[in-house]
């Protein structure tokens, strides 16, 4: 019994030591008190200082690549996009499976705006996220080819849980996009940044109009259902070109994941079946941008494929009603700011209090790429991006606040970073997937990340 006892000590303590060698308490450390937020306050108040709002006649330009994947090459060629196999990302109990096929074409698309000499970039992808290694080199290429920097590029994604895969590593990033695969970031760089060259080759005189109407059928609260409130506004941005082209950029805030984890086909969700319909009814290019998806799903009848062209069409058949009563203008005032973002350390929780150390969490977790928050005026539209799942029941407020300056407001999510689930700070200690898998930077990083793009929402729309 001795022995016995002993040994089992000896258990307990290497039990115990690794325990403290692994855990810690969550930080509840407020968020103005941290050096992250010193500093990336003092970087926003000097870019406030140096930014002014530019207004004179509107050039717009479009541009569309495939990022399609051929499937079953008999080697990976990222310059064709072909490939021995490659995952779809969205869901880990697919275990990384190869997709078996192609269920509907994916695309990249971009909308650029100039005014007088500035140009911003709107690009929507069909994509879970726009991964970080992508968007970093696809700010290389735009930078090398036509000058332009980050400040100018908007992107975005659908939010498809079946698109390419196959694009961060880390056991969590793998875990939700299947074995990484340096080939398949060369192809979708290449393919997001010729869309964009592609956009601003485009460049024409051409108008804007800004719009939004509710649909609320589409869209509920996922995280505490009937207890929370639901962002039902469909953004709306229309632009034309004088030789008569037209593109029309849409955002909501429903998760596209009409499609579970059994669909091993690529596809846009109802995203896609948005942007075909569109551009079926005459547009040159529909652009569909992931709103404040976080914490809202989508809701539609039918199953499977069925349910995803059921609320796309529906959603496009809505927006074709409201287009009339959309207002061009030749002319508009535009302005923006890209705020970098110091970062809090990783807070990965075990528990309600105990998370694991930052240097555990930091092995198991993808890089969350260099994180912006970026909000430009476009006319009478603040839009802001965001590098994550941002709330949609945040949005609203923003909403509302800006809706006393006169101004329509939205905030897109997957800006080129990820950085899990931004929530309302009231939900953190909810025991849910939103609120503990995903919230990743501790309890001081929500309402961080909520007053910094509170501050830049305000200032741009007082911008001289």
């Known amino acids: 019994m001795k022995k016995l006892f002993n040994v089992l000590a000896v258990i307990f303590l290497l039990l115990l ?13 407020p968020y103005f008190q941290a050096d992250y937020y010193i500093t990336t306050k003092s970087r926003l108040d000097t870019l406030v200082s140096q930014t002014r709002s530019t207004f004179g006649a509107v050039e717009v330009g479009m541009g569309k690549r495939s990022i399609t994947p051929t499937i079953n090459a008999d080697a990976d060629d990222p310059l064709t996009g072909k490939f021995i196999q490659i ?3 969205g869901y880990g109990g697919r275990k990384g499976a190869p997709a078996t096929g192609v269920h509907d074409s994916l695309f990249v698309k971009a909308i650029a705006v100039r005014v007088g000499d500035k140009t911003m970039v709107f690009i929507g992808s069909d994509l879970l996220i726009m991964p970080p290694e992508v968007s970093k080199k696809s700010d290389e290429i735009v930078t090398r080819e036509k000058g332009l920097t980050r400040e100018s590029l908007f992107y975005s994604a659908s939010h498809t849980h079946s698109s390419v895969g196959a694009w961060s590593e880390g056991v969590i990033g793998e875990l939700f996009g299947g074995q990484y695969n340096p080939h398949v970031i060369d192809w979708l760089a290449a393919q997001v940044s010729g869309a964009i060259l592609d956009a601003i080759a485009d460049l024409r005189p051409g108008s804007i109009g800004i719009s939004n109407f509710h649909a609320k059928d589409f869209v509920r609260n996922r995280l505490v259902k009937e207890d929370g409130r639901v962002n039902t506004d469909f953004m709306l941005i229309k632009a034309t070109q004088s030789s008569g082209s037209t593109a029309v950029i849409g955002s909501f805030d429903a998760h596209a994941t009409t499609l579970g984890e059994w669909n091993l086909e690529t596809s846009a969700d109802f995203p896609g079946y948005w942007q075909r319909k569109l551009e079926a009814e005459g547009f040159d290019l529909a652009v569909y941008i992931a709103g404040s998806v976080g914490s809202h799903t989508n809701n ?5 494929f069925d349910k995803s062209k059921y609320i796309g069409e529906a959603l496009a058949d809505s927006v074709l009603k409201h287009l009339p009563e959309i207002a061009l203008k030749d002319s508009i005032r535009m302005a923006s700011i890209t705020l970098e973002v110091d970062m809090p350390e990783f807070q990965f929780r075990i528990s309600d209090g ?3 150390r930052p240097y555990v969490a930091n092995s198991l977790f993808p890089e969350v790429g260099t994180v912006f928050l970026q909000t430009a005026m476009l006319d009478s539209l603040i839009w802001s991006t965001t590098p994550s799942d941002f709330s949609g029941e945040t949005a609203i407020d923003y ?19 990820y950085t899990g689930y931004i929530i309302p700070c009231k939900y953190y200690h909810f025991n849910s997937y939103e609120s503990r898998m995903m919230n990743w930077f501790g309890p001081s990083y929500n309402p961080f990340i909520n007053y910094m793009l509170g501050e830049m929402m305000d200032k741009v729309s007082s911008m001289p």
């Open 87 to 89: 995952p779809l990302a």
């Open 17 to 29: 030591v690794i325990v403290i060698l692994i855990i810690q308490p969550v930080d509840y450390t």
């Open 354 to 356: 105990y998370r694991l």
């Open 399 to 417: 909403k509302n606040a800006m809706n006393k300056r006169g101004f329509r407001a939205m905030v897109s999510s997957f800006n080129g970073a």
């Open 300 to 304: 539609g009848q039918g199953e499977r």
